[in-house]
């Protein structure tokens, strides 16, 4: 394909044909401070892959309230001081129920965690692990929220 027409396809074709991204909400959850700051991971429930709470908006709730809301439905995180800021966004594919991929757009929020139970909604779904940021960032495969966790 010669490079104009490549630039034509990639620029005008391709996004006719691209479902728009879906926005999801994640928190950030963490103890301690400085160099013995922590974060706390979950695994996921289809690939088992390491990440941190997060699902879709909720109505009812803005997107910081949504992540806490995520916070304890996936990782028991029962109380905690909420950033209501968003400290930066990564993209993502997720798997859908019926099978289909979803490209996603997830906006992250800090939840200094204060009290964490071990009876959640997902407790029989999921592990959990706290550890550095940096070794969280090694743990998660999107780049982008890797380099959130670094710089976190």
């Known amino acids: 394909m010669s490079s104009l027409l ?23 959850c963490y103890r301690g ?15 088992g892959r390491w990440i941190l709470p997060k699902g879709w908006p909720m109505d009812g709730k803005n997107a910081a309230e949504a992540a806490r809301q995520e916070a304890w439905e996936e990782a028991g995180v029962s109380e905690g001081q909420l950033d209501r800021t968003s400290i930066g966004a990564f993209d993502s594919e997720k798997e859908m129920d019926f099978g289909g991929i979803a490209r996603c757009t997830t906006s992250v929020f800090p939840l200094k965690v204060e009290k964490l139970d071990d009876d959640f909604p997902e407790a029989d779904e999921r592990r959990r692990t706290w550890v550095p940021a940096e070794r969280a960032a090694e743990m998660v495969a999107e780049k982008d929220l890797q380099k959130i966790l670094r710089e976190f």
Request: hydrophobic share 40%; aromatic share 6%; charged share 30%.
């Open 33 to 47: 401070a400085g160099d013995d700051k922590e974060v706390l991971l979950v695994t996921s429930r289809g690939t």
């Open 6 to 28: 490549e630039q034509a396809w990639n620029e005008v074709v391709k996004p006719l044909f691209q479902r728009p991204k879906r926005l999801q909400v994640a928190a950030l």
